[in-house]
């Protein structure tokens, strides 16, 4: 058996996996453990999270993804808790599984019984619940956190209605690309792929092309680009002799297996500076060179991405990758047809910067930085309030995990974004209900002073 039938059964392995498990309260209590919700406080942020989410809902929009017989699968609320958590408090696969075992609200949650020692599943698990679900998956997640917003009053039905949109880039996580490491990593990913299906290269230039990209690094930090452009030209060399030496010693078998990477290669080898459409990642070929005009940052390798949020609350209600750098005017419609499938109406305003010029949409209002005709003294408070969709980025990338994808593909692109969209409203409703909570203690605090200060008076 082959890679390519061994990858194929594994797959269809991972499709016959029988409807989840679904935990089932005990009826009698354990006598040597307590139970999760008489050892924590009810009255946490998370807790009343965990009675607002609509879990039945996600057992049933994923219980078609699961055979009806095989393995049982994993709990679908274990699996939706853990990426709400993860990106809730910008943790990995790794991290998130492992402070799950720690933290008894994370466990409870999730929808754990009693307190758990061992940790729930394996991190990969993670990777292999976000390919089944794909990014319409992911959407839906999204959806229920609008859902759970207005179900906690944090974002009102009404705010739906006037929207900001914007854009951004999410950037991958790549090393930054010059034409020197790219040869040198091209190399490499070559020269490996080549022992594994038994290839003998003539040389795998391993040590000098070692030599070459340190050389070539120091000749450039020296300003010395004549020594650097050499050593540069040096390491092209050695990617072009392994590429025609693995095409004449490969048979068709083993040049299938190495096809795409081949194509990766010959691109990085062949490609100008000037070019358009150029590779500047090998394990991440969908990298995208964007620039957004920022004087810190000229150049940002990743994709571009939608963003929409509400004009008050700034709630994000809609998020989706842009691949091709596309311009944002061309943008608007989709980013506004996702909002109407999350929230079920179309938004009648929408605030956006200069670069929407030219969307070329009549369905609604758009209203643009920086206009002056017909604009009243509402529509200036707004297009005030436009602003606010800056800082919901810097959150965003900052408090979630929209700075660095580590997702792989155009697939993880789409799914990363809107993850990152759901736990930025996590985020803002568990604040709400923090201060709610907080609010309700002083309220009670004010009361019982009132009480004693009437009851003294009263007796006096």
Same mark, same amino acid.
């Given at each position: 058996?082959?890679?390519?039938?061994?990858?194929?059964?594994?797959?269809?392995?991972?499709?016959?996996?029988?409807?989840?498990?679904?935990?089932?309260?005990?009826?009698?209590?354990?006598?040597?453990?307590?139970?999760?919700?008489?050892?924590?406080?009810?009255?946490?942020?998370?807790?009343?999270?965990?009675?607002?989410?609509?879990?039945?809902?996600?057992?049933?929009?994923?219980?078609?993804?699961?055979?009806?017989?095989?393995?049982?699968?994993?709990?679908?609320?274990?699996?939706?808790?853990?990426?709400?958590?993860?990106?809730?408090?910008?943790?990995?696969?790794?991290?998130?599984?492992?402070?799950?075992?720690?933290?008894?609200?994370?466990?409870?949650?999730?929808?754990?019984?009693?307190?758990?020692?061992?940790?729930?599943?394996?991190?990969?698990?993670?990777?292999?619940?976000?390919?089944?679900?794909?990014?319409?998956?992911?959407?839906?997640?999204?959806?229920?956190?609008?859902?759970?917003?207005?179900?906690?009053?944090?974002?009102?039905?009404?705010?739906?209605?006037?929207?900001?949109?914007?854009?951004?880039?999410?950037?991958?996580?790549?090393?930054?690309?010059?034409?020197?490491?790219?040869?040198?990593?091209? @190399?490499? *990913?070559?020269?490996? $792929?080549? #022992?594994?299906?038994?290839? %003998?290269? /003539?040389?795998?230039? =391993?040590?000098? !092309?070692?030599?070459?990209?340190?050389?070539?690094? @120091?000749? *450039?930090?020296?300003? $010395?680009? #004549?020594?650097?452009?050499? %050593?540069? /030209?040096?390491?092209? =060399?050695?990617? !072009?002799?392994?590429?025609?030496?693995?095409?004449?010693?490969?048979?068709?078998?083993?040049?299938?297996?190495?096809?795409?990477?081949?194509?990766?290669?010959?691109?990085?080898?062949?490609?100008?500076?000037?070019?358009?459409?150029?590779?500047?990642?090998?394990?991440?070929?969908?990298?995208?060179?964007?620039?957004?005009?920022?004087?810190?940052?000229?150049?940002?390798?990743?994709?571009?991405?939608?963003?929409?949020?509400?004009?008050?609350?700034?709630?994000?209600?809609?998020?989706?990758?842009?691949?091709?750098?596309?311009?944002?005017?061309?943008?608007?419609?989709?980013?506004?047809?996702?909002?109407?499938?999350?929230?079920?109406?179309?938004?009648?305003?929408?605030?956006?910067?200069?670069?929407?010029?030219?969307?070329?949409?009549?369905?609604?209002?758009?209203?643009?930085?920086?206009?002056?005709?017909?604009?009243?003294?509402?529509?200036?408070?707004?297009?005030?309030?436009?602003?606010?969709?800056?800082?919901?980025?810097?959150?965003?990338?900052?408090?979630?995990?929209?700075?660095?994808?580590?997702?792989?593909?155009?697939?993880?692109?789409?799914?990363?974004?809107?993850?990152?969209?759901?736990?930025?409203?996590?985020?803002?409703?568990?604040?709400?209900?923090?201060?709610?909570?907080?609010?309700?203690?002083?309220?009670?605090?004010?009361?019982?002073?009132?009480?004693?200060?009437?009851?003294?008076?009263?007796?006096?």
């Amino acid at each position: 058996m082959d890679l390519q039938e061994l990858r194929s059964v594994t797959v269809a392995s991972l499709q016959i996996r029988m409807q989840p498990r679904q935990p089932e309260s005990s009826r009698h209590d354990d006598m040597f453990r307590m139970k999760l919700e008489q050892l924590i406080n009810q009255r946490h942020e998370l807790c009343r999270l965990a009675r607002v989410i609509d879990w039945p809902s996600c057992a049933a929009q994923f219980g078609a993804l699961y055979a009806e017989q095989g393995r049982p699968g994993i709990p679908v609320r274990l699996m939706v808790g853990l990426h709400y958590l993860k990106h809730a408090f910008n943790e990995s696969d790794e991290t998130v599984v492992a402070r799950w075992v720690e933290n008894p609200y994370w466990q409870y949650f999730c929808g754990e019984e009693y307190f758990s020692h061992r940790l729930p599943i394996d991190p990969s698990q993670m990777t292999r619940f976000r390919q089944r679900i794909g990014a319409s998956g992911c959407e839906w997640l999204l959806a229920l956190t609008v859902r759970a917003g207005l179900d906690t009053h944090t974002v009102k039905p009404m705010s739906l209605s006037v929207v900001n949109v914007d854009t951004t880039v999410q950037e991958k996580a790549i090393a930054f690309p010059t034409d020197a490491r790219l040869y040198h990593k091209a @190399r490499l *990913a070559l020269v490996r $792929q080549a #022992k594994k299906v038994n290839i %003998e290269l /003539r040389q795998s230039y =391993t040590r000098v !092309g070692k030599w070459a990209l340190a050389k070539q690094g @120091r000749y *450039a930090n020296a300003q $010395q680009m #004549k020594r650097a452009k050499r %050593e540069q /030209r040096k390491l092209r =060399t050695y990617l !072009g002799r392994v590429i025609r030496d693995i095409e004449r010693k490969a048979d068709p078998g083993q040049l299938e297996h190495l096809s795409r990477l081949l194509a990766i290669a010959k691109r990085i080898h062949q490609q100008q500076r000037h070019d358009h459409g150029k590779v500047y990642s090998v394990h991440a070929p969908e990298v995208e060179c964007i620039a957004k005009g920022k004087a810190h940052k000229r150049y940002e390798f990743g994709v571009k991405v939608g963003i929409v949020s509400t004009n008050k609350e700034s709630f994000v209600i809609g998020m989706h990758a842009l691949p091709g750098n596309p311009y944002d005017g061309h943008t608007l419609a989709g980013s506004l047809e996702q909002v109407q499938r999350i929230t079920g109406h179309l938004p009648s305003e929408a605030y956006v910067d200069r670069g929407y010029k030219g969307h070329g949409l009549e369905t609604l209002k758009v209203w643009i930085a920086g206009a002056k005709r017909d604009v009243t003294a509402a529509i200036k408070r707004k297009l005030k309030r436009r602003n606010a969709i800056e800082p919901v980025i810097g959150h965003l990338k900052s408090d979630g995990r929209l700075g660095r994808n580590f997702l792989k593909g155009e697939l993880g692109d789409a799914m990363n974004a809107l993850l990152c969209g759901a736990g930025h409203n996590l985020r803002k409703i568990l604040n709400r209900l923090r201060l709610f909570c907080a609010q309700r203690k002083l309220d009670l605090f004010a009361l019982l002073d009132t009480l004693l200060r009437f009851r003294s008076l009263t007796n006096f």
